[in-house]
C-alpha cells in the first residue's frame, strides 16, 4: 500500500493497473478515516481488483466560517487503516496540487442542491462536485463509494455523472453506527463528554421518525413535528433542520406517497452533525 501526493503518480500507478486488465476502485474521503470508511474500503475491496482511497480535506467545500483549519487530520492512521482494509494506494495531495494558481473552473448543479445542507452550506455542494469530478477525472475509477449518511451529496453526485455521462458507477454504502446508535463521523472528535451524550438525540429522533413510518404515519409535518420535540429537548441540541425530501428531487414532500429521504442536521454545542433514513428502508 502507497500513499502519494501527486496526480502524476496516480496516473501512473492506475495506468500500470489498467495494462494489466485491472478493475480500480475509488473511496473519496477528507480523511481522519473511521469504521465507516472502512467500511466503503471493504466494499471497494471486494467489487474491485484494486482500490484508491484518495484522503484530501477540500477547502473548496469549507464556507468562510467553517472548520476547515480544525478539521482532523492524521495520515499516517489513515494509511494504517487504509492497508488493514485491503486499499491500494492513498492519493494525499496538498491543496496546491489540486488547485494550481488560476485555477477558475468548477462544477455547480441547481435543484438537488437547493435545500437541506445547501440551504446552511451554500457553497458545499460547489466544492463537493468540483473536486470529486477532478477525482474521477485522475483515478478513472470502474466505481466509486460513498456513505448513505451523506444522502444528500450522494444524490448529487449520482446526479451529476448521469449529467455528464460519467462511465462510472456509484456505490452507496449503509450508514455505520457505533454501538449506542450514533452515526460514526470524523467531526465526532469534537464533542466532549456531555456533547457526546446529548448526541444521541439524532439517532433517537432517527428511530422515532422510523417507527412513525413504520407504524403508518403518512403525514411528514406530522412525522417531522414529533422528530423536533424530541430533540428540542436536549438543551445542547440546536436544529440545523428535520426534513423529508423526495428521494430524486431533494425537494421537500408533504406526504410519504413516494420514496423519500427524511435527513437531520443538529448542532451540538458547536459541532453540526447529520443522520438520516430512507422511507424505503423502513
Not at 492506475?14 to 474500503?41: C, D, F
Not at 489513515?78 to 473552473?105: K, T
Not at 462510472?168 to 456533547?195: F, Q
Request: aromatic fraction near 6%; hydrophobic fraction near 40%; charged fraction near 30%.
Amino acid at each position: 500500500m502507497r500513499v502519494v501526493k501527486t496526480i502524476d503518480e496516480v496516473r501512473k500507478q492506475v495506468r500500470e493497473w489498467r495494462a494489466q486488465g485491472l478493475t480500480v476502485g475509488l473511496v473519496p474521503t477528507m480523511g481522519y478515516l473511521h469504521e465507516g470508511h472502512a467500511s466503503l474500503i471493504d466494499a471497494s475491496h471486494k467489487d474491485n481488483d484494486r482500490t484508491v482511497v484518495s484522503d484530501f480535506v477540500n477547502p473548496m467545500q469549507f464556507g468562510p466560517t467553517e472548520d476547515l483549519e480544525s478539521y482532523p487530520r492524521d495520515i499516517d492512521r489513515d494509511a494504517q487503516l487504509v492497508e488493514e482494509h485491503g486499499g491500494d494506494l492513498i492519493f494525499n495531495p496538498e491543496p496546491s496540487e489540486m488547485y494550481h494558481e488560476g485555477f477558475s473552473s468548477f462544477v455547480d448543479m441547481t435543484v438537488l442542491t437547493q435545500e437541506l445542507c445547501g440551504l446552511s452550506r451554500p457553497v458545499h455542494f460547489r466544492g463537493v462536485c468540483t473536486v470529486v469530478s477532478k477525482l474521477f477525472n485522475i483515478v478513472k475509477p470502474d466505481r466509486a463509494y460513498f456513505g448513505k449518511k451523506d444522502a444528500q451529496q450522494l444524490a448529487v453526485i449520482r446526479h451529476m455523472v448521469d449529467d455528464l455521462n460519467m462511465d462510472i458507477e456509484i456505490i452507496g454504502c449503509p450508514i455505520i453506527r457505533e454501538a449506542d446508535g450514533l452515526a460514526k463521523s470524523s467531526r465526532n472528535t469534537y464533542l466532549n463528554p456531555d456533547e457526546r451524550k446529548a448526541a444521541l438525540v439524532l439517532s433517537r429522533s432517527i428511530a422515532l421518525g422510523k417507527d412513525m413510518v413504520k407504524n403508518g404515519e403518512k403525514s411528514c409535518e406530522t412525522i417531522i413535528g414529533e422528530m423536533k420535540k424530541l430533540i428540542s429537548a436536549e438543551p445542547l441540541a440546536r436544529i440545523d433542520y428535520v426534513k423529508i425530501v423526495d428521494c430524486a428531487t431533494m425537494q421537500q414532500i408533504t406526504k410519504l406517497d413516494r420514496p423519500a429521504l427524511c435527513a437531520i442536521a443538529v448542532y451540538i454545542g458547536k459541532t453540526r452533525l447529520i443522520d438520516n433514513f430512507f422511507s424505503e428502508d423502513v
